[in-house]
């Protein structure tokens, strides 16, 4: 539906995006995993057609994005990476602005967004926290009920609760059987929805994967504080990757049986115990080497 | 043009509008009230003991006789260049590059209008705030004039004047809405929305200044603001307004033609 076909786009600085390409199926829900600055948005920029690339294209459904962008656009719900909106308007009346530039009549699903994220949308939008930003920005790429959906860091910005009414959000139309792209730079996030994510970095996409296998990717890593040196040693000597750190903690890389790994655990003697999120930044690390991961 | 935008441009602008109208209004008040039949002769009097280059710089050049003369030379050599002038440039910045710096101009393209459509309806927007400026302005001019000097105003050659001086800025707002187009940070734009309008207001007053730089005046389109020549010459004002339809219509064009080509980094 969605296919990117060798697009480069390179800016005065010699940062961009290169040679890069991939396709999104109808129904398919794809995450686009990055660090900052790996050209996420500069890819999405493309699809929606505002930037001119300096080689390649974006076609949806055989439309040039570039070209046929206004007719494309009636299908294409959109959340920009930046939140900027009309200074002075309410969240209401942004709204209300938003749908009439759409020419969008029901507005039942509008409503029933602003319901679900409990948006309060009465306030001056200069005065809203970032969150209740974001969730302007949400109710506004999804209210017209469009096919494809391009969400530019959607998450970024709301709490954790909101978070996760925001990933049902997306369950949701992936049943209904929408398009959605979304850019991240948090794993879990692209791990929980999607049924592919590419990864981009420093302007190269460096793999698609099938999140099965991301999900490999993503071993444990778990923080532990022994209390005595007996269970420390023992923890060290066991097959485990571990390191250990001057505070007297311990760092062990979890992979294989987790019922073997807590049957060590127990029989240690543990003061703390966590679990270490990695980043995706460690993830690069671990899987694609050095050389990229260099900043 | 795409009415919901035109309608939402209208009230982000209601204010500065309403200020611009308020101080055009004060000082057209003023000068009209300072119109005195009896005394415009002692004007031009003290008028003679400046320095010619002096007056000819503001444009107090001409001798004030009638109250259509006297409205024409002491408002719009100055005061209706400077302040539509300050109007433009705020107004023309931040119908498209303010959109473009902050980000808000995604959510505009990524709605099933044209990016034409959208910028055509920007266009519009600022002319349409522009003409009404005028169109207040002429009407409460000839209301004062009637209540203050009821039938001394020549209200024919009047509306000439105003508008020679809309259309004038009809080219003015056009290079600033050009800036606007082409650049990304609104600063840019706005540096070059203002460097344009007071280039010219600067050309305009050293030509009157001295003979030896009279030349300049082919560079700034104010002198197209010729008050004797709206006045007295038949077809001045037909021609000077064709030419500056065609030329702000040109200008206009090109901007919304290198913005639907243009790269956006939004």
Same mark, same amino acid.
């Given at each position: 539906?969605?296919?990117?076909?060798?697009?480069?786009?390179?800016?005065?600085?010699?940062?961009?995006?290169?040679?890069?390409?991939?396709?999104?199926?109808?129904?398919?829900?794809?995450?686009?995993?990055?660090?900052?600055?790996?050209?996420?948005?500069?890819?999405?920029?493309?699809?929606?057609?505002?930037?001119?690339?300096?080689?390649?294209?974006?076609?949806?459904?055989?439309?040039?994005?570039?070209?046929?962008?206004?007719?494309?656009? =009636?299908?294409?719900?959109?959340?920009?990476?930046?939140?900027?909106?009309?200074?002075?308007?309410?969240?209401?009346?942004?709204?209300?602005?938003?749908?009439?530039?759409?020419?969008?009549?029901?507005? =039942?699903?509008?409503?029933?967004l602003i319901n679900r994220f409990e948006l309060d949308p009465k306030g001056k939008i200069k005065k809203m926290s970032k969150g209740m930003k974001q969730k302007v920005g949400i109710v506004a790429a999804f209210m017209h009920d469009p096919d494809i959906i391009i969400l530019d860091e959607p998450t970024s910005g709301l709490d954790p609760f909101m978070q996760n009414v925001f990933m049902?959000?997306?369950?949701?139309?992936?049943? *209904?059987?929408?398009?959605?792209?979304?850019?991240?730079?948090?794993?879990?996030?692209?791990?929980?929805?999607?049924?592919?994510?590419?990864?981009?970095?420093?302007?190269?996409?460096?793999?698609?994967?099938?999140?099965?296998?991301?999900?490999?990717?993503? *071993? *444990?890593?778990?923080?532990?504080?022994?209390?005595?040196?007996?269970?420390?040693?023992?923890?060290?000597?066991?097959?485990?990757?571990?390191?250990?750190?001057e505070d007297g903690s311990i760092f062990i890389d979890q992979n294989g049986s987790l019922n073997e790994f807590f049957r060590l655990m127990a029989s240690c003697e543990i003061a703390e115990f966590d679990v270490?999120?990695?980043?995706?930044e460690d993830i690069f690390m671990k899987y694609y080497g050095e050389e990229k991961t260099h900043e | 043009m795409n009415r919901t935008l035109f309608l939402t441009n209208l009230k982000a602008h209601k204010m500065l509008?309403?200020?611009m109208n308020l101080v055009l209004l004060m000082y057209s008040s003023i000068m009209i009230y300072m119109f005195d039949p009896e005394t415009s002769n002692a004007i031009a009097e003290m008028m003679e003991m400046l320095p010619k280059g002096f007056a000819v710089a503001f444009g107090f050049d001409d001798i004030a006789i009638t109250l259509t003369s006297h409205i024409g030379s002491y408002l719009y050599g100055f005061i209706f260049i400077v302040f539509p002038m300050i109007f433009t440039v705020i107004a023309a910045n931040s119908m498209v590059a303010k959109h473009v710096d902050r980000g808000s101009m995604a959510y505009l393209i990524a709605t099933p209008n044209s990016r034409?459509?959208?910028?055509?309806?920007?266009?519009i927007s600022l002319i349409t705030m522009l003409t009404g400026l005028f169109v207040i302005q002429t009407i409460l001019g000839i209301l004062m004039s009637e209540m203050m000097f009821s039938g001394l105003l020549e209200v024919g050659?009047?509306?000439?004047?105003?508008?020679?001086?809309?259309?004038?800025?009809?080219?003015?707002?056009?290079?600033?809405?050009?800036?606007?187009?082409?650049?990304?940070?609104?600063?840019?734009?706005?540096?070059?929305?203002?460097?344009?309008?007071?280039?010219?207001l600067l050309l305009k007053m050293l030509s009157g200044a001295s003979p030896d730089l009279s030349f300049l005046k082919y560079f700034t389109p104010y002198t197209l603001i010729d008050i004797n020549k709206i006045?007295?010459?038949?077809?001045?004002t037909l021609w000077t307004s064709v030419a500056l339809i065609i030329a702000s219509f040109l200008i206009y064009f090109s901007a919304v033609t290198i913005f639907d080509k243009r790269s956006l980094n939004l």
């Amino acid at each position: 539906m969605i296919k990117v076909d060798d697009l480069t786009q390179i800016y005065k600085s010699g940062k961009g995006i290169f040679n890069v390409s991939f396709e999104i199926k109808k129904g398919e829900v794809f995450g686009f995993l990055g660090p900052n600055g790996a050209g996420k948005t500069t890819t999405i920029r493309n699809i929606m057609g505002f930037s001119n690339s300096t080689g390649g294209k974006v076609t949806i459904d055989g439309h040039d994005a570039r070209v046929e962008t206004a007719i494309l656009q =009636e299908r294409i719900g959109y959340l920009p990476g930046e939140i900027a909106f009309f200074e002075n308007m309410t969240g209401m009346e942004f709204l209300n602005f938003m749908g009439k530039m759409r020419r969008l009549k029901n507005l =039942e699903k509008r409503d029933e967004l602003i319901n679900r994220f409990e948006l309060d949308p009465k306030g001056k939008i200069k005065k809203m926290s970032k969150g209740m930003k974001q969730k302007v920005g949400i109710v506004a790429a999804f209210m017209h009920d469009p096919d494809i959906i391009i969400l530019d860091e959607p998450t970024s910005g709301l709490d954790p609760f909101m978070q996760n009414v925001f990933m049902d959000l997306i369950d949701e139309e992936k049943a *209904k059987g929408k398009t959605i792209m979304m850019s991240s730079h948090i794993f879990e996030e692209v791990q929980r929805s999607c049924d592919r994510a590419g990864i981009i970095r420093e302007g190269h996409l460096v793999a698609i994967e099938d999140i099965h296998s991301l999900k490999a990717m993503n *071993k *444990k890593r778990f923080k532990v504080m022994p209390m005595n040196d007996e269970s420390k040693s023992k923890i060290l000597s066991s097959d485990y990757k571990t390191e250990s750190r001057e505070d007297g903690s311990i760092f062990i890389d979890q992979n294989g049986s987790l019922n073997e790994f807590f049957r060590l655990m127990a029989s240690c003697e543990i003061a703390e115990f966590d679990v270490v999120t990695q980043s995706l930044e460690d993830i690069f690390m671990k899987y694609y080497g050095e050389e990229k991961t260099h900043e | 043009m795409n009415r919901t935008l035109f309608l939402t441009n209208l009230k982000a602008h209601k204010m500065l509008f309403v200020i611009m109208n308020l101080v055009l209004l004060m000082y057209s008040s003023i000068m009209i009230y300072m119109f005195d039949p009896e005394t415009s002769n002692a004007i031009a009097e003290m008028m003679e003991m400046l320095p010619k280059g002096f007056a000819v710089a503001f444009g107090f050049d001409d001798i004030a006789i009638t109250l259509t003369s006297h409205i024409g030379s002491y408002l719009y050599g100055f005061i209706f260049i400077v302040f539509p002038m300050i109007f433009t440039v705020i107004a023309a910045n931040s119908m498209v590059a303010k959109h473009v710096d902050r980000g808000s101009m995604a959510y505009l393209i990524a709605t099933p209008n044209s990016r034409k459509t959208i910028i055509w309806t920007q266009a519009i927007s600022l002319i349409t705030m522009l003409t009404g400026l005028f169109v207040i302005q002429t009407i409460l001019g000839i209301l004062m004039s009637e209540m203050m000097f009821s039938g001394l105003l020549e209200v024919g050659p009047y509306i000439k004047i105003n508008l020679i001086t809309l259309l004038v800025f009809g080219v003015v707002s056009g290079i600033g809405f050009l800036g606007s187009c082409i650049f990304n940070e609104s600063s840019r734009s706005l540096s070059m929305g203002i460097s344009f309008p007071v280039a010219f207001l600067l050309l305009k007053m050293l030509s009157g200044a001295s003979p030896d730089l009279s030349f300049l005046k082919y560079f700034t389109p104010y002198t197209l603001i010729d008050i004797n020549k709206i006045m007295n010459t038949g077809n001045y004002t037909l021609w000077t307004s064709v030419a500056l339809i065609i030329a702000s219509f040109l200008i206009y064009f090109s901007a919304v033609t290198i913005f639907d080509k243009r790269s956006l980094n939004l």
